[in-house]
């Protein structure tokens, strides 16, 4: 089994500009997280999608982040425009229904903003 | 709000003793705690879980309410645990993981 992919695996870009990262949840699986880890800091809860809806979006930082998940298979997170406090590691995770508890991990996007 | 303390950033054991890494929770509810590990170059992934009670590559954790911790301990470390460990808290109203910092564990000869 295919676990959670996403993509790309590391991003450097300018401020100002804007990046999509993509993730793949593990095929069935309708919950759908992302994370951030900022350099020093914990990993920290962005959002959460059930099937293609937003259940908990109350860790998105501010509105330059914003979240899809389409059709409620593979999600994007864009970052529009970007600052250089977004570096750090996004984390996508899935698991398959609600109420289950364990989440699986993407290897995470590591975008750097210069 | 929930909250997750891990107080050492980086853990260095030799060989063969005894590893404890320390985690402390907040909440006012029952939470279901967990233990995260990432090894080098890889992705995160669940090591334990306190619900499951059990071992998982000779490591173990119990869940102390009165003292709201939940450490992990492993009685003889090896080279291959070195890697870094998150301690994280599910708390069911909120359907998601809060996490803490982290603890990178070095295991050297």
């Known amino acids: 089994e295919a676990g959670v992919t996403q993509f790309p695996s590391h991003s450097v870009i300018e401020k100002g500009q804007t990046v999509t990262l993509r993730c793949d949840p593990i095929?069935?699986?309708?919950?759908l997280y992302w994370y951030r880890r900022v350099m020093g800091k914990e990993i920290k809860f962005l959002l959460h999608f059930v099937k293609e809806s937003k259940q908990d979006e109350s860790g998105m930082p501010n509105n330059r982040f914003l979240a899809e998940r389409t059709g409620g298979t593979y999600s994007t997170l864009k970052v529009q425009p970007a600052e250089l406090e977004d570096s750090g590691v996004y984390f996508c995770?899935?698991?398959?229904?609600?109420?289950?508890?364990?989440?699986?991990f993407g290897q995470g996007t590591r975008l750097t903003v210069v | 709000a929930q909250r997750v303390t891990q107080p050492e950033k980086l853990l260095s054991v030799f060989k063969g003793a005894p590893v404890e890494l320390k985690c402390n929770y907040s909440?006012?509810?029952?939470?279901?705690l967990f233990w995260y590990v990432q090894y080098s170059r890889q992705r995160l992934q669940l090591l334990l879980r306190?619900?499951s009670r059990e071992s998982i590559k000779g490591f173990t954790a119990d869940l102390n309410k009165g003292e709201t911790s939940f450490h992990l301990k492993k009685p003889f470390a090896q080279e291959e645990d070195s890697a870094m460990y998150y301690c994280?808290?599910?708390?069911?109203?909120?359907?998601?993981?809060?996490f803490g910092t982290g603890t990178r564990l070095q295991v050297t000869l």
């Open positions: 909440y006012s509810g029952s939470p279901e």
């Open positions: 306190h619900i």
């Open positions: 095929s069935g699986h309708d919950n």
């Open positions: 994280a808290l599910w708390a069911g109203t909120a359907s998601k993981l809060t």
């Open positions: 995770a899935s698991s398959p229904r609600q109420g289950n508890t364990e989440a699986f």
